[in-house]
């Protein structure tokens, strides 16, 4: 179980999804992400997201920012993530 993903250059992040309903997106909270072993879970617009708050200085593309994924087991995993234009 992924418990969340934060990085020092935003003040804050939530895990969440996207549910369509009676033609309507909402976006919803998760306290967690379930990733089966051996699996993936891609993290995308319009399905499981991360909703990144305060940024502590500008973000632009070409930048590779610096993620933490803290699991349920106590372990972390760093990552850099890197940022593009959509």
């Known amino acids: ?3 969340a993903i934060n990085s020092e250059h935003f ?5 969440h999804t996207t549910v ?8 919803l909270r998760q306290e967690h992400l379930r990733i089966e072993a051996h699996s993936t879970l ?7 997201h991360l909703m990144l708050f305060r940024p502590q200085q500008a973000i632009k593309p070409g930048m590779k920012i610096p993620f933490s994924i803290h699991f349920a087991n106590g372990n972390t995993m760093d990552i850099n993530i890197p940022v593009s234009a959509h």
């Open 11 to 15: 003040g804050g992040s939530e895990l």
């Open 1 to 3: 179980l992924v418990k």
């Open 42 to 48: 891609t993290l995308r617009h319009g399905s499981y």
């Open 20 to 27: 369509f309903k009676d033609g309507n997106a909402r976006m």
